[in-house]
């Protein structure tokens, strides 16, 4: 067991910045910068269908995982004098959720005291926020995230539809019962209560949670009678009633609604997103945008918002983190993938540029690599 936890530690890859990475492989030290060609190479057969990439994540299951050792460790880091930052992010940094779970799990036992608490007492800052999120189931995670997108003066819209929009089914459901039961109050009515007029409607839409599944079976009648609705609506010269959009936009599947925007701009000679531009303004524009932008393709949806995220005065951070962790482990290889071809960098040099210290090392093991 000894033997096997020292190999484990000599196989950990290091992710603090302006270090050579290596990864070990059968006895073959392979150099960092082909760590991101090998993960694009191995799923070399989607490259061309963004829409099948929820399973390109960048944080897997730690090979050599050993609960025990993972909780002594992060005790005596969080014991220490001033407290070992590099030691918990190189743990629970690089452990998947199921994993993260069975250490708080284990930690609670052994010690009688919750993981996440003694981590907001310990830490501080950015750093603690990414550690407490890595904490979190992802329904919890989002039912929080939307409650402090509502709270205090100002409603943060952004960070409501990119949720709203982007949760499967059942995962909006778990989060209003998560919701439920860690505020007792109904998530609906919170925001109804934050949001107004049309673009309250999108956001109470969404999160019914009635979008249909994709089907091999193509229903041509149902597109052209979409197109058609959306087409007629936009054409209207005065006060289009857009409010008919809605149902379509947030109860059709991703790849119905994917035909139908292209037989849209055949009837209207313009693209829906160019028509939202031109016909619409403020939280209707901002909130149309988002959702149609991330049925298109919901990889570069999430790059704009990381992007968003960096590139104004102040790096966003609670964004920037959230999406990082809500996304290393479901698609933010192709989220890389996306963010380098857009935007002409990386998102590792991007993050590496806009954060420091411990935090930065946290963000870039998400990350997980250089793309070349």
Request: net charge neutral.
């Amino acid at each position: 067991r000894e033997r096997d936890r020292e190999r484990a530690l000599s196989q950990s890859v290091d992710f603090a910045p302006h270090k050579e990475k290596t990864t070990h492989r059968q006895g073959l030290q392979i150099p960092g910068d082909m760590v991101f060609v090998n993960e694009i190479l191995s799923q070399i057969v989607q490259v061309d269908r963004p829409m099948t990439w929820g399973t390109l994540a960048t944080l897997k299951p730690y090979a050599n995982f050993f609960v025990d050792d993972d909780v002594e460790i992060l005790k005596k880091a969080i014991d220490a004098k001033g407290v070992d930052e590099a030691t918990i992010v190189r743990i629970l940094g690089n452990r998947s959720f199921e994993q993260r779970e069975g250490i708080a799990k284990a930690f609670q036992k052994k010690y009688n005291t919750d993981l996440e608490t003694l981590l907001k007492k310990k830490l501080s800052g950015y750093l603690e926020n990414v550690m407490v999120k890595l904490l979190k189931p992802p329904a919890e995670l989002d039912a929080h995230e939307l409650k402090e997108a509502m709270k205090g003066l100002g409603t943060d819209e952004d960070s409501l539809i990119e949720i709203l929009a982007t949760r499967s089914n059942k995962e909006l459901q778990n989060i209003k019962a998560v919701y439920k039961k860690e505020f007792e109050k109904d998530l609906e009515k919170d925001i109804a209560g934050e949001a107004t007029g049309r673009f309250e409607k999108l956001l109470l839409a969404l999160l019914k949670g009635q979008r249909e599944m994709n089907s091999s079976v193509i229903n041509y009648e149902l597109i052209e009678e979409d197109a058609k609705s959306l087409h007629a609506v936009s054409s209207q010269k005065k006060n289009p009633d857009f409010d008919s959009w809605i149902p379509i936009l947030t109860e059709r599947s991703q790849n119905h609604l994917n035909r139908v925007f292209k037989l849209y701009k055949i009837y209207s000679s313009s693209d829906i997103i160019d028509t939202i531009k031109k016909q619409m303004k403020g939280d209707d524009e901002k909130g149309f945008l988002a959702l149609v932008q991330s049925i298109q393709n919901t990889p570069e949806y999430f790059a704009e918002r990381l992007q968003a995220s960096m590139k104004s005065l102040g790096t966003r951070d609670k964004a920037l983190t959230r999406l990082l962790v809500s996304r290393c482990e479901i698609d933010l290889l192709s989220i890389r993938a996306e963010f380098r071809k857009k935007y002409g960098k990386s998102l590792y040099s991007a993050i590496q540029a806009d954060t420091k210290g411990d935090y930065q090392t946290a963000l870039l093991g998400l990350c997980r690599a250089e793309d070349l």
